[in-house]
Nanobody, 116 residues
Framework: QVRLVESGGGLVQPGGSLRLSCAVP?????????MGWHRQAPGKQRELVAS???????TYADSVKGRFTISRDNSKKMVFLEMSSLKPEDTAIYYC?????????WGQGTQVTVHL
């Protein structure tokens, strides 16, 4: 069974940076998985922020283009989300997800809060 473990959330001031990590230690097929990061803010729908395929093709939501970067290290079975120029509207719980698993598999989430 695929298991995802996120880390790296926290409190940051506007304009700051954070790096989220997602470990997928038990997945033999990690290198071919399409992985992603979603987020959900209070009172809002869950949003796919970024995704990355096994061959490093990436997609981003318009709201984070140019500020967020998704990457992966297949040798370590990890996915990362580098977030910079953070805004208060980026405040949300961020979830790592295996998008090509059937059904989708989600991590427990990590809180990111952006305010002074």
């Amino acid at each position: 069974q695929v298991r995802l473990v996120e880390s790296g959330g926290g409190l940051v001031q506007p304009g700051g940076s954070l790096r989220l990590s997602c470990a997928v230690p038990t997945d033999r097929f990690f290198s071919i998985r399409r992985m992603g990061w979603h987020r959900q803010a209070p009172g809002k729908q869950r949003e796919l922020v970024a995704s990355i395929t096994g061959v490093q093709a990436t997609t981003y939501a318009d709201s984070v283009k140019g500020r967020f970067t998704i990457s992966r290290d297949n040798s370590k079975k990890m996915v990362f989300l580098e977030m910079s120029s953070l805004k208060p509207e980026d405040t949300a719980i961020y979830y790592c997800a295996c998008l090509s698993c059937d059904p989708d598999v989600w991590g427990q989430g990590t809180q990111v809060t952006v305010h002074l």
